[in-house]
């Protein structure tokens, strides 16, 4: 890998051209992608490792004697330890990978949530959940006859606390939330909401799905019991989740779903399981876009997850000055940069978001239209839904200028 | 980008965006409630969240009134619009098959008889925009279940 950054400063020429995708045009205009929060684009090098894999070592793993099958489960095993130091897990063995964040968070809903929430108990949750946080929490209460109660939010879109511990009953059973909310960008006090939850003996879940692409994150440190994420948001390939959670929990925790890989003994009248990780990792799991994650955290290790994080500060500081002074923009989330991920949310004038997308896309320029997976927060606003810009390690403020006049064309074009 | 190319896409969303579809979504028809509806159906894009309402008054087989309301993107508010300037006052007979021609017309079907569809022809440049297809077709979908529940009263 090239030099990517200089003195704590991203080289965004040199980290472009690791992006095979960014060289495209879109409508005859050069793509610019805005679209972050959605899914990240992928560098060469991730690129790289799957083909490397089909093309090299292709095995199916645990099970077989041969060399190749070594070298897949060693690469395999590997990424695991990678996702483990990148996140700041004590080990290997609380690291889970599932298909995505929902996927994450559903088998908590499932292996955890069925055994410890019952009749009458209570679930926290937030008003700006995605739905992957607010649906298996649903489901489940529904199922056991158990109350959700929500964090409220302020005008600002930031959670409010004030009344945060009238919300915990000695029934409340498990606190979910989000890091950074994905509809408003907003950076919620984790850390702060996990230990009050904590010191109550409440179970925790934070989905750290729009937080661990795009700035340091220590699980530890949180302090959650569960931390979801994915890695197609964080230069990863599609088709890979990780469940981090506290090692007891796992030990105590039947499996999420049985078969090949998740067992120890089997005989006709029943089955051991295996040890952690793989307990919860029934059959063959995603190979290729495991390793494949490696390499993505190789990436951004080496670019530093400090760096990633001013790098977007000022991406974010830029495309809101420059939204401001269109005077008919109306913006979502807090003012404060520093309070927000690489996420912006906005109306324009009477325009539905939709009809700017279109338009926008017609300048090559892709962003996200609609309520963004949180239909009760879009309803809170005021809105049915937002234009939302979301940035990364490879945008630029020359990007965030072919925005700003993809607005301006869309101005007119409907007026 | 040629001179060409840039043409052509204008006019692409010239044609996405017709006129007669902006003066819709900017002077909507019909929008509002109706005093004793025989039936209303509520009508959801769960991928973009357009909401669109039809009711409908349907007196001896004839759609006597019809509005509608609802909150979304231009072409599903203008869509709903012209959906009830071209069926008010038909009967359900014909409304079915109206809405059956102007459903296929949208999955670009070449039998559809573009003259039965009057001004609603102006829809079909959508279809070279394909996540916009179901928000041109929502309208058409909720009264057809509007149909449904006035019919089984």
């Given at each position: 890998?090239?030099?990517?950054?200089?003195?704590?400063?991203?080289?965004v020429?040199?980290i472009r051209s690791d992006f095979p995708i960014l060289e495209r045009e879109v409508h005859g205009k050069r793509l610019v992608y805005l679209d972050n929060?959605a899914t990240s684009q992928k560098p060469?090098?991730?690129?790289?490792?799957?083909?490397?894999?089909?093309?090299?070592?292709?095995?199916?793993?645990?099970?077989?004697?041969?060399?190749?099958?070594?070298?897949?489960?060693?690469?395999?095993?590997?990424?695991?330890?990678?996702?483990?130091?990148?996140?700041?897990?004590?080990?290997?063995?609380?690291?889970?990978?599932?298909?995505?964040?929902?996927?994450?968070?559903?088998?908590?809903?499932?292996?955890?949530?069925?055994?410890?929430?019952?009749?009458?108990?209570?679930?926290?949750?937030?008003?700006?959940?995605?739905?992957?946080?607010?649906?298996?929490?649903?489901?489940?209460?529904?199922?056991?006859?158990?109350?959700?109660?929500?964090?409220?939010?302020?005008?600002?879109?930031?959670?409010?606390?004030?009344?945060?511990?009238?919300?915990?009953?000695?029934?409340?059973?498990?606190?979910?939330?989000?890091?950074?909310?994905?509809?408003?960008?907003?950076?919620?006090?984790?850390?702060?909401?996990?230990?009050?939850?904590?010191?109550?003996?409440?179970?925790?879940?934070?989905?750290?799905?729009?937080?661990?692409?795009?700035?340091?994150?220590?699980?530890?440190?949180?302090?959650?019991?569960?931390?979801?994420?994915?890695?197609?948001?964080?230069?990863?390939?599609?088709?890979?989740?990780?469940?981090?959670?506290?090692?007891?929990?796992?030990?105590?925790?039947?499996?999420?779903?049985?078969?090949?890989?998740?067992?120890?003994?089997?005989?006709?009248?029943?089955?051991?399981?295996?040890?952690?990780?793989?307990?919860?990792?029934?059959?063959?799991?995603?190979?290729?876009?495991?390793?494949?994650?490696?390499?993505?955290?190789?990436?951004?290790?080496?670019?530093?997850?400090?760096?990633?994080?001013?790098?977007?500060?000022?991406?974010?500081?830029?495309?809101?000055?420059?939204?401001?002074?269109?005077?008919?923009?109306?913006?979502?989330?807090?003012?404060?940069?520093?309070?927000?991920?690489?996420?912006?949310?906005?109306?324009?004038?009477?325009?539905?978001?939709?009809?700017?997308g279109?338009?926008l896309d017609r300048h090559g320029v892709a962003i996200r239209?609609?309520?963004?997976?949180?239909?009760?927060?879009?309803?809170?606003?005021?809105?049915?839904?937002?234009?939302?810009a979301s940035f990364y390690?490879y945008n630029t403020?020359e990007e965030v200028d072919a925005l700003?006049e993809g607005?301006?064309?869309?101005?007119?074009?409907?007026? | 980008m040629?001179?060409?190319e840039?043409?052509?896409q204008?006019?692409?969303?010239?044609?996405?965006?017709?006129?007669?579809?902006?003066?819709?979504?900017?002077?909507?028809?019909?929008?509002?409630?109706?005093?004793?509806?025989?039936?209303?159906?509520?009508?959801?894009?769960?991928?973009?969240?357009?909401?669109?309402?039809?009711?409908?008054?349907?007196?001896?087989?004839?759609?006597?009134?019809?509005?509608?309301?609802?909150?979304?993107?231009?072409?599903?508010?203008?869509?709903?619009?012209?959906?009830?300037?071209?069926?008010?006052?038909?009967?359900?007979?014909?409304?079915?098959?109206?809405?059956?021609?102007?459903?296929?017309?949208?999955?670009?079907?070449?039998?559809?008889?573009?003259?039965?569809?009057?001004?609603?022809?102006?829809?079909?440049?959508?279809?070279?925009?394909?996540?916009?297809?179901?928000?041109?077709?929502?309208?058409?979908?909720?009264?057809?279940?509007?149909?449904?529940?006035?019919?089984?009263?």
């Open positions: 890998m090239r030099q990517e950054t200089r003195d704590g400063v991203l080289d020429v040199a929060a060469r090098q991730v690129i790289d490792a799957l083909v490397r894999y089909y093309e090299t070592y292709n095995a199916n793993i645990h099970r077989a004697v041969h060399a190749l099958g070594e070298e897949a489960t060693a690469a395999y095993e590997e990424a695991r330890e990678k996702v483990a130091r990148f996140i700041g897990a004590p080990s290997s063995e609380s690291v889970i990978f599932t298909r995505n964040t929902t996927e994450a968070i559903n088998l908590v809903a499932y292996a955890w949530g069925r055994a410890n929430v019952g009749e009458g108990d209570e679930i926290i949750l937030t008003q700006m959940e995605h739905h992957s946080n607010l649906i298996p929490w649903q489901q489940l209460a529904a199922e056991k006859g158990a109350t959700i109660r929500y964090i409220e939010i302020t005008p600002e879109g930031t959670l409010e606390l004030g009344n945060l511990s009238a919300l915990f009953s000695p029934r409340t059973k498990l606190l979910a939330m989000p890091h950074v909310s994905n509809s408003l960008g907003t950076i919620n006090p984790a850390e702060e909401i996990v230990a009050e939850a904590s010191k109550r003996g409440v179970t925790t879940l934070v989905d750290g799905a729009q937080a661990m692409p795009h700035m340091p994150v220590d699980v530890q440190a949180v302090g959650a019991d569960f931390y979801a994420f994915s890695a197609h948001k964080m230069l990863g390939p599609t088709g890979v989740g990780v469940l981090y959670a506290r090692r007891e929990l796992l030990e105590e925790m039947a499996p999420f779903l049985g078969g090949g890989e998740m067992i120890l003994k089997v005989t006709f009248e029943g089955a051991t399981w295996n040890d952690l990780p793989w307990k919860f990792e029934a059959g063959t799991p995603n190979i290729a876009d495991v390793i494949a994650f490696g390499s993505a955290i190789d990436y951004l290790d080496a670019l530093g997850m400090d760096n990633v994080r001013r790098h977007e500060i000022e991406v974010t500081t830029y495309a809101l000055e420059r939204l401001r002074a269109l005077d008919d923009v109306t913006l979502y989330g807090p003012d404060d940069p520093e309070q927000r991920g690489g996420v912006v949310s906005f109306n324009f004038g009477d325009l539905h978001p939709h009809d700017v279109t338009i239209a609609g309520h963004h997976c949180t239909q009760p927060l879009m309803r809170c606003l005021g809105v049915t839904g937002t234009a939302r390690i403020q700003i607005l301006k064309a869309a101005r007119d074009f409907f007026n | 040629s001179s060409e840039y043409r052509r204008e006019s692409e969303l010239d044609e996405l965006y017709r006129d007669i579809i902006i003066d819709h979504y900017r002077n909507p028809r019909h929008r509002g409630h109706l005093t004793a509806p025989s039936a209303s159906h509520e009508g959801l894009n769960p991928l973009c969240g357009d909401e669109v309402t039809v009711e409908v008054v349907v007196d001896g087989g004839t759609l006597a009134e019809i509005a509608y309301s609802g909150s979304g993107c231009s072409i599903s508010q203008s869509a709903a619009s012209m959906m009830t300037e071209a069926v008010a006052g038909k009967s359900v007979a014909e409304t079915r098959r109206l809405i059956g021609d102007f459903t296929a017309m949208m999955r670009g079907e070449e039998s559809v008889d573009a003259e039965a569809l009057g001004d609603l022809e102006a829809m079909s440049g959508v279809r070279k925009f394909p996540v916009r297809i179901k928000c041109a077709t929502l309208a058409w979908h909720t009264l057809a279940e509007a149909l449904e529940e006035a019919s089984a009263d």
